[in-house]
């Protein structure tokens, strides 16, 4: 079996490939791409999967091209979508294209000099100078309207499926377009194979068609699984549906690291295979590591590890350790004063907070920032009971009556963490 196919295949990643990819892998150093849509100024973790499939394609010695959809971006793909995307204006979109570019030369070798370094291309570029009529004369006489209707992406939005709208002309051309890149690159760069979600097999195999109808040549395409959770629910989203980003001002490392942590322990089993370039051998070792102390949580500290040094690097992964440290009392008041803002109100998120004057906080004595300012606790009497009860902390550290507040005790310059017991928590914001 050819190494790469292998690497997928106990990965869990595999979905299906067309005859003779196996021995077309094995034979030379292929070349294959795999195309991302520039919907928004970062890429989120639905991406990581595409991503990585390449970082292994370059791995096992062949050639990986990433294509930023500058053209096919303007059109929207109508795959697993029940409504057709608003279409984007051609500033955000150049702008979508660069961020998307300057991600994936985080992952991907562009720089080295080996003969399978890896290559960005954007289909604007050979898309921008073709006009309609090319496009139909050239293009569109090669590839029937009956085959396209045939593709599962177009089937499903003329089958009257509850909820789900037809489709419009611009949205119908997307397989075709994407076709076209397929044979542009074979003609002109020697691409070979197309890789992709597997809901992406009808767009490739348009390609593969018309490479065989147009140029008379052969072409392959290869698919990988759809990641979901264990209990079907869609992978990537928060509760709320909001995208975990790969771009850190977007999703800060402590949320991106807590995604992961907080994987179930099946969840965390395929994961591990998925998300990690961990070895066969560790992977295994980990896993019966975990199932021996599942309380423990082996599986899933390892899985937050190794994908967010992978996407954010060494330094962010354990300011984000740190931080969720915070909440378990195994930090000092020091890893708390050097939070910044994002992370600390997403670790303390829904603790009821305060805005007073910052004038006024500094010299404050501690009764008065507890009760008065804040409104914390109830009176001045509260505060000093609970405070000879040795259950007042500030900034996580215990405090007494003789507690002033001073500039060095504001997180990030604005904040204060006021703590009663373990979990009553109270934010103090200076303004």
Known sequence: MNSFIEELKWRGLLH?????????LSKEMTKAYIGFDPTADSLHIGSLVPIKILVHFQQHGHKPIALVGGATGMIGDPSGKSVERNLLDEATLNHYVDCIKNQLSRFLDFDSDKENKAELVNNYDWMKSISFLEFA???????????????????KRFSGEAGVEGMSFTEFTYQLLQGYDFLHLYQNEGVKLQMGGSDQWGN??????????????????????????????????????????LDIRKTSAYKFYQFWLNATDEDSERFIKIYTFLSKEEIEHLIEEHRQAPHLRTLQKRLAK??????????EYNKAVKASEILFGKSTAEDLVQLDETTFLEIFDGVPQKEVPKSELIGCNIIDLLSDKSGFLKSKGDAKRELKGNAISVNKEKVNEDFVVSDKDFIDHSF????????????????
Request: without cysteine.
């Open 204 to 245: 490739i195999t348009t390609g593969t068609e018309l490479i065989r109808r147009k140029a008379q040549g052969e072409a392959f395409a290869l698919t990988v699984t759809l990641i979901t959770k264990a209990d079907g629910s869609k992978f990537g989203k928060s509760e709320s549906g909001e995208n975990y980003w």
């Open 416 to 431: 204060i963490l006021l703590q009663k017991g373990k979990k009553n928590y109270f934010i103090v914001r200076g303004v």
């Open 16 to 24: 299906d490939m067309m005859p003779g990819t196996e021995e077309l």
């Open 137 to 155: 004369r050239d293009i569109g006489k090669h590839i029937t309207v009956n085959y396209m209707m045939a593709k599962d992406s177009v089937k």
């Open 306 to 315: 190794e994908v967010t040094i992978w996407v954010h690097g060494e330094e």
